[in-house]
């Protein structure tokens, strides 16, 4: 690094080692912000979260302007008092309320890498939103932590016992794959053929690249779970840490911290709860308990198949995604951090 990269990049380190001071009032600022539009839509009837144009969930506007001004009133008390021990719980709570509304904003985000457009604009924006205000409220329930050094530990593996939940998640993942690639290759499961699948696809309003990667073969689900098991390896070797040698003219420089990590949390807090809850629905359906649909298969049996093969991958790899994700955040802290 040159000195005048090191002159322009001093500024903005020292800025950001003093999170600290002013995450308070950046929170703030988005709890306004989230309020005003929790309040919109909520005078305008906006439904949040969307499903299919019914209205009747329009009054959960109401409940984001209340997330809102709740995480208004604990930040703000955090700038005027300090972080006293009421308002850390006040923040935990909301930070969850918050997570809560985020959840699912991995599935929009999927559906716009693929071409296709979201069932709801506000109802994205509103899970944007708060995905953002979580991290922005657990930043401030944890802004009394002392700032940590600046010396950049070596690049390492994590422990062999959390390597093995790597190696759980990528292999949760080859059922939830073959199965797509047999239907994109135009074979039949589960009692469906490819050309069936695709003509769901396109019911469904799959977008121009989807189809097209279909007609060649390629699954995009399928892809995406490839670059799934890569972020996960990536997380618990020290290539993830330090760029390898195939990446050219990136390589042998650090990794940004944040370049694994956004992608791993926002896949962990989607895809852990998401195939948790449904690995449990399966289960009460193959007990008689809950009726499964069939949906746009041929039987609910084959319907069940198919989804405890999408609902088991989801569960394992969001779980092994979240361990291999606090592994590479523990690791890659700057060394010499003090705690209170």
């Not at 329009?58 to 308002?87: H, I, M, N, R």
């Not at 109802?123 to 009394?144: C, E, W």
């Not at 420089?253 to 956004?262: E, G, H, I, Q, S």
Request: with cysteine; aromatic share 10%; net charge positive.
């Amino acid at each position: 690094m040159t000195s005048a990269e090191r002159t322009m990049k001093a500024p903005w380190s020292a800025w950001w080692q003093r999170w600290p001071r002013w995450v308070a009032r950046a929170t703030m600022l988005w709890a306004v912000l989230y309020t005003g539009f929790g309040l919109a839509c909520a005078l305008n009837g906006t439904p949040l979260p969307y499903h299919g144009g019914d209205s009747g969930v329009s009054g959960l506007g109401w409940a984001v302007v209340a997330v809102g001004s709740l995480g208004t009133l604990a930040s703000g008390a955090v700038v005027l008092y300090g972080l006293l021990p009421p308002l850390r719980v006040l923040l935990w709570v909301v930070c969850g309320l918050a997570g809560l509304t985020a959840f699912s904003l991995l599935m929009d985000v999927i559906t716009l890498m693929l071409g296709q457009g979201v069932d709801s604009w506000a109802s994205a924006a509103n899970k944007a939103l708060a995905a953002v205000g979580a991290v922005l409220l657990a930043a401030t329930a944890r802004s009394d932590r002392l700032p940590g050094g600046t010396a950049v530990r070596a690049p390492s593996a994590a422990p062999q016992r959390l390597q093995l939940a790597a190696w759980a998640g990528t292999l949760a993942f080859l059922p939830y794959a073959a199965m797509k690639l047999v239907w994109a290759s135009g074979g039949t499961f589960a009692g469906i053929t490819g050309e069936e699948m695709l003509a769901v696809s396109e019911r469904n309003g799959a977008s121009g690249i989807f189809l097209t990667l279909e007609s060649w073969g390629l699954d995009p689900t399928a892809l995406l779970a490839a670059l799934g098991v890569f972020l996960l390896w990536g997380l618990v070797r020290p290539w993830g840490q330090v760029f390898p040698r195939w990446t050219l003219f990136l390589r042998g420089r650090r990794v940004p911290r944040w370049l694994p990590l956004a992608p791993a949390l926002l896949g962990a807090a989607t895809l852990a709860p998401y195939g948790a809850v449904g690995v449990g629905y399966l289960a009460l359906a193959t007990t008689g308990v809950a009726t499964m649909r069939r949906g746009d298969f041929h039987s609910s049996a084959d319907a069940l198949l198919v989804g405890w093969i999408g609902m088991v991958a989801f569960a394992v790899y969001g779980i092994a995604l979240t361990i291999a994700a606090r592994s590479y955040w523990l690791r890659t802290r700057p060394a010499g951090r003090v705690r209170p």
